[in-house]
């Protein structure tokens, strides 16, 4: 491949478990850990509440060898033939297809007449569900995500996420007969137990009421110290919703203290500078997380978090975002920091999503660790992600709950079937369109047949760049459809999501108008070659940048201005199929109107020729002519 493309960056490879051995921690005899890591063995757990159709699948395999007895061989579809060139997959992350069609919609204002053009082509384009319980999430309340929208997308299934499972496990009680709480209960008598996570009700990666449950459930079961270390949202949540989230955690905390658990917030910081970068974009905000909560140092101490929260945002009139809120730490009367993380503690990461879990993990699950220097590593923790966040790397050991299982994903089919595929996007989104895409597996389904290319996304604010990565993303995807080498090309635009959740509607339209000119360059590409293409997105954002009341009416602020809404959205995505190799008799089937992101797979593989595993949610595509 050409320039660029020489350091190809699968970070993953990077996080071989071989590399780094796992802190013993609290289980620091092996027969301590037998019973988690068994546990913790991936095929064996048994995932609750899988769809009957996949539990079924899944039946067939034996613990430990998954997927072995398993039949991969994908069938020539009866009607739809073989493309000659390569099948684009192209994924504009956080482009919803909104009802609201006015002045805040980024995707509507942007200027983009290659989506115009494709949403004309009659029985080629269609909107499908990107939210709730259509992929996996609690309620339809909910709204889509990268995580469940690339694992829908990529398995063409719809599983139980990790929201609900920890709403199961919580209501259930299960969690609570869980080895992962049972390891964090030897600390309960006279230890401290330190809960980590994203404050908030956004329910992408965490949700304040499931934090709240596993408190009272530690407090009611004897522990006699707990501290939380609270990371800002105002990106899954309108930002400036943090000041509540505290007022509310406070209230639950003094309540146990009143109960005699002695439980306060410790540290903090907001989310986008401390503790969750992902895909190793940048690690010194694990540093900065580390630093605040391990350590107790930060540039900022308060007494209370409150406090912190509207001191370090700052003027009301031009605040510092809830994402960027600096690391604070709490101190007592004497400016002792109230929660350091000491020998023999326990430590709950409560958010349930993998992708800005992982890092922080590493740094309190290895021994042996030198991304930074962490001054102090404590002996003896008592370690437990919410959920096992890789599977692979079996990381961390100990959970609470385990993690959704998703079989049987479409990489597979492709990779047992010679289907050589590459898979492209910028640092930001490139786990999304690898490690969710397959279902949640880390590094190359089979480096034999694929090629993953990682584009480094520059360390800054979206708004400030909105272009990101994009054009060098096209450059290098025109190479790979040009190539010859490749029957599958994925690509995921990170832009209109990317740039959406900093609220900056000039910059959102330009996202959109950017990756509408890429897309462009793509489809031309691909025609070159007589190929296939699909253009979709995994849940909306740019679509709509302002909260609005229960009718739709946009909010306005005390000073007159609209209230920026930096979350995803509740829309729909739009579907466009199309492509010179692709006969004009195939078309959109008009009997699938509840489609979702599950029913892609099936579409992509009858797009590439072949027809679609009976698991799979329905294709949406036919050949009308025969
Ligand atoms: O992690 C984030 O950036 C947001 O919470 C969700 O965005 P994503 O689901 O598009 O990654
Ligand atoms: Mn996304
Ligand atoms: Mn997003």
Not at 58 to 81: C, E, V
Not at 135 to 158: K, R, T
Not at 289 to 308: I, M, N, R, S, Y
Request: glycine share 10%.
């Amino acid at each position: 491949m050409g320039k660029g493309m020489g350091g190809v960056l699968s970070r993953k490879k990077k996080e071989e478990p071989a590399a780094a051995a796992p802190a013993a921690g609290a289980a620091s005899t092996p027969e301590q850990k037998a019973p988690a890591a068994a546990a913790a063995a991936g095929p064996a757990a048994p995932a609750p509440a899988q769809p009957a159709t996949a539990a079924e699948a899944a039946k067939a395999d034996a613990p430990g060898a998954k997927n072995m007895s398993f039949d991969y061989t994908l069938k020539p579809h009866a009607t739809i033939p073989a493309p000659e060139g390569p099948l684009m997959v192209c994924i504009l992350d956080g482009f919803g297809e909104n009802e609201f069609k006015d002045a805040f919609n980024a995707v509507h204002v942007a200027n983009t007449p290659t989506v115009d053009a494709l949403r004309a082509v009659p029985k080629r384009f269609r909107t499908i569900k990107a939210h709730g319980t259509a992929v996996g999430l609690p309620s339809d309340a909910d709204m889509g995500n990268s995580e469940v929208g690339h694992n829908a997308l990529g398995s063409g299934q719809v599983v139980d996420q990790g929201a609900r499972l920890v709403d199961i496990a919580l209501e259930t009680g299960k969690m609570f007969e869980g080895d992962g709480w049972k390891l964090i209960s030897q600390a309960f008598p006279g230890n401290t137990v330190h809960f980590i996570g994203l404050l908030s009700d956004g329910g992408v990666h965490s949700r304040a009421d499931q934090l709240v449950g596993c408190l009272r459930g530690a407090a009611a079961r004897g522990a006699k110290r707990i501290r939380v270390h609270i990371l800002t949202d105002g990106r899954d949540v309108p930002d400036g919703s943090s000041v509540k989230y505290v007022a509310d955690l406070e209230a639950v905390l003094a309540q146990l203290g009143s109960e005699g658990c002695d439980a306060k917030i410790a540290s903090g910081g907001g989310r986008m500078k401390v503790t969750m970068d992902r895909y190793e974009a940048d690690w010194s905000m694990v540093k900065r997380g580390w630093d605040a909560h391990v350590l107790g140092k930060a540039p900022h101490t308060f007494t209370d978090a409150k406090t912190a929260i509207v001191t370090l945002r700052g003027p009301e009139d031009a605040p510092v975002s809830d994402q960027y809120v600096d690391p604070f730490v709490i101190v007592d009367e004497a400016g002792k920091p109230v929660g350091t993380i000491e020998d023999g503690d326990a430590v709950v990461l409560f958010n349930f999503r993998a992708d800005r879990m992982v890092e922080i993990s590493k740094a309190f699950e290895y021994a042996k660790f030198d991304t930074f220097d962490r001054e102090r590593f404590p002996q003896g923790l008592r370690f437990v992600g919410m959920m096992q966040y890789d599977g692979d790397l079996k990381l961390p050991a100990n959970y609470l709950v385990p993690p959704p299982e998703i079989l049987h994903v479409s990489g597979e089919f492709l990779v047992k079937n010679g289907i050589a595929t590459f898979a492209i996007s910028e640092t930001q989104k490139f786990g999304h369109v690898t490690f969710f895409w397959n279902g949640n597996r880390s590094g190359y389904l089979d480096a034999k047949q694929e090629q993953y290319l990682e584009i480094p996304s520059d360390k800054i604010e979206f708004n400030k760049a909105p272009d990101m990565k994009a054009r060098e993303i096209t450059e290098a995807s025109k190479e790979a459809i040009l190539s010859g080498k490749y029957k599958v090309i994925r690509v995921n635009f990170a832009n209109p999501d990317m740039v959406g959740h900093t609220g900056d509607m000039a910059a959102t339209v330009r996202a959109c108008e950017t990756v509408d000119a890429c897309v462009k360059e793509l489809i031309a590409a691909v025609d070159s070659v007589n190929g296939r293409w699909l253009v979709t997105s995994d849940h909306g954002n740019a679509d709509d940048m302002v909260q609005r009341d229960k009718k739709g009416k946009p909010l306005m602020g005390e000073d007159g201005k609209p209230l920026p809404l930096t979350s995803h959205t509740l829309a729909p995505v739009p579907f466009f199929i199309g492509g010179k190799g692709l006969p004009d008799s195939v078309v959109l089937r008009g009997d699938v109107p509840d489609a979702g992101l599950a029913n892609v797979a099936a579409t992509t593989l009858n797009l590439l020729g072949y027809e679609a595993p009976a698991i799979y949610k329905p294709t949406m595509v036919e050949n009308a002519a025969a």
